[in-house]
């Protein structure tokens, strides 16, 4: 816990209240964008490289972007007139603050139940990819099997969209 | 230090410079004092090349066009871009009445460090890097996807009809042309087996004979290298891949809005671009600072790497003085139904160069597959577009 810490975590935090406090839909892209960005650093900052990189790449890189091209394409960049907040806030807290208390409860918990490690465990790129490939080589070729029906899934819609309007 | 070979200390030359500079520091401060000078270097040394590339450009495709090109300030012209600098730095700064002032003030800024820091990674001689990343492959590639953030912003910061649709006409490109890019890169992770640059550097840093182990001299290599190439032209918005900025549709695309030192940010980040893009290139497949004939090695590395990077700059200007612009749905159709399917191949392809150990079967079978494909996608993708002779419609 330094101040490295401690100016990232500020940094994603302020990203994340930005992102649903701002009221112009685009700025809170960028500040998803941000918080995105603060994620990848605390990865870094806990050397973990390949996930640091990997979440600028996708998030940073390609999550943002297709955020934002949602909001042009859906004509939903005019800031909004009323308040940020929603009508049914108080239930949205009370589920949010659920949901953070189970999560954090089992963060805590699992704190007493797995040994204390001392040591960090230097994982290379390299252990990453074997793992993958050969441990979870089966969850792997899942995720790739669903990406791959979503993405035709998306082909058609878009297809089937071209010969309705034609 | 004293017997070392002349080659040896001129290759290292950086690298005594720099140690010699923070020897006068105590040694706390040395690490520190290192990175701070590499960095330095490596601010100092791009921009200017970009101001020379500048009048460089401007004097090849005058000659490509048959007229002079700049000859005005200094001998040839040479000075062109010093007067340019302290024409846009003492330029008005015009921010649009109704521009996002914020985001049309960072764009500029998060273009630049993003683009300055791909450079981190790249080796530019032996020992010359700035950091050895386990991951610098993946280091470059997300920093390069950070860019297109800030094209957005710019595009969309600056309400103006022109900045908006080359800002989507960039992204739309850029994330095209990303995933063969990447696709391409990774055949060189597959047989270099490290996704760090210094050591892709030196698993092509041997000699058969007098002859190199570059990754562009084999079927798989140098099919993945027109590839990329072709990838890391749209994704820096060059010919034939300008349409974002396409000054005859466009006005100047998504930098319509900027003006003075902003403007020049923007050049200047496109030309970082080009600069680290083509280094990537010349690491991936060209042997990065290793000499091209084993002979020829007494020759300092980062000469060799600076050299390869702006051969691969002059084919860029050159690509710009030759090529007509693409059509948007060419643009789009050469990426998802030629070069995204090319890639792929080639992936099998460098799998089964990596399996088939050695022996000159390897040869025969991948180069048949790649230009088999190759004959074949163009013959198709050609017969479907009924090419005929030229009609005019109104120019008759």
Not at chain 1, 68 to 78: C, H, S
Not at chain 2, 148 to 174: D, V
Not at chain 2, 290 to 305: G, R, T
Request: glycine share 8%; aromatic share 14%; net charge neutral.
């Amino acid at each position: 816990m330094s101040v490295v810490f401690y100016g990232i975590a500020a940094l994603t935090v302020a990203g994340g209240l930005a992102a649903v406090l701002l009221k112009n839909t685009v700025h809170c892209a960028l500040a998803v964008a941000v918080a995105f960005a603060g994620l990848a650093l605390l990865f870094l900052s806990l050397d973990a490289q390949f996930v640091g990189f990997a979440q600028i790449l996708v998030y940073v890189g390609a999550v943002a972007i297709l955020i934002v091209f949602a909001i042009l394409l859906t004509r939903g960049a005019e800031p909004v007139t009323g308040g940020v907040f929603s009508k049914s806030w108080l239930v949205g807290l009370v589920i949010a603050a659920g949901v953070f208390a189970v999560l954090g409860w089992a963060v805590l918990q699992s704190a007493h139940a797995l040994p204390l490690v001392t040591a960090a465990p230097a994982v290379t790129v390299q252990d990453i990819g074997v793992a993958l490939v050969g441990r979870y080589v089966l969850p792997l070729e899942i995720v790739a099997l669903l990406l791959t029906a979503a993405t035709i899934g998306a082909v058609i819609v878009a297809l089937h969209e071209k010969e309705r309007t034609r | 230090m004293a017997a070392a070979p002349i080659s040896v200390t001129l290759d290292q030359v950086f690298i005594v410079l720099r140690d010699w500079l923070t020897h006068f520091l105590p040694a706390a401060l040395q690490p520190f004092a290192a990175v701070v000078l590499e960095v330095v270097a490596i601010v100092c040394v791009f921009p200017g090349l970009f101001a020379l590339t500048t009048v460089f450009e401007r004097k090849g495709l005058g000659r490509m066009q048959n007229r002079l090109g700049p000859n005005r300030v200094g001998p040839f012209g040479f000075f062109q871009p010093i007067a340019d600098g302290i024409k846009s730095l003492t330029k008005e700064d015009i921010v649009p009445l109704n521009a996002d002032a914020v985001v049309h003030f960072l764009a500029p800024l998060v273009l630049v460090v993003a683009v300055f820091m791909g450079f981190a990674v790249l080796p530019m001689g032996r020992n010359m890097v700035l950091v050895d990343m386990d991951a610098g492959l993946l280091f470059f590639f997300a920093m390069g996807a950070s860019t297109e953030l800030s094209i957005f912003m710019a595009g969309w910061s600056s309400r103006n009809k022109y900045s908006i649709l080359g800002a989507m006409r960039a992204i739309a490109q850029m994330i095209s042309y990303e995933v063969p890019l990447l696709l391409s890169s990774v055949t060189v992770v597959m047989i270099a087996g490290s996704l760090s640059l210094t050591k892709i550097v030196e698993a092509q840093n041997q000699y058969t004979g007098i002859f190199p182990h570059w990754y562009v001299f084999t079927p798989w290599g140098l099919a993945s290298f027109v590839m990329f190439a072709i990838a890391a032209t749209a994704e820096t918005n060059r010919t034939p891949f300008d349409l974002p900025e396409g000054e005859s549709e466009l006005v100047a695309g998504y930098f319509t809005e900027y003006s003075g030192f902003k403007f020049a940010l923007f050049f200047l980040g496109e030309y970082l671009g080009m600069f680290s893009i083509s280094g990537l290139g010349a690491t991936l497949f060209w042997g990065g600072w290793s000499a091209p004939l084993s002979i020829l090695s007494w020759v300092p590395s980062w000469i060799w790497f600076f050299s390869k990077d702006m051969a691969a700059i002059f084919v860029f200007i050159w690509l710009r003085g030759t090529l007509p612009r693409l059509r948007q749905d060419q643009l789009m159709n050469f990426a998802w139904k030629f070069v995204l399917p090319f890639t792929l191949l080639n992936l099998v392809v460098t799998a089964l160069w990596r399996f088939m150990e050695g022996g000159w079967l390897r040869w025969v079978v991948c180069t048949a597959i790649l230009a088999g494909a190759y004959v074949l996608m163009g013959r198709t993708g050609m017969h479907r577009k009924h090419f005929g002779p030229r009609s005019y419609r109104y120019a008759e």
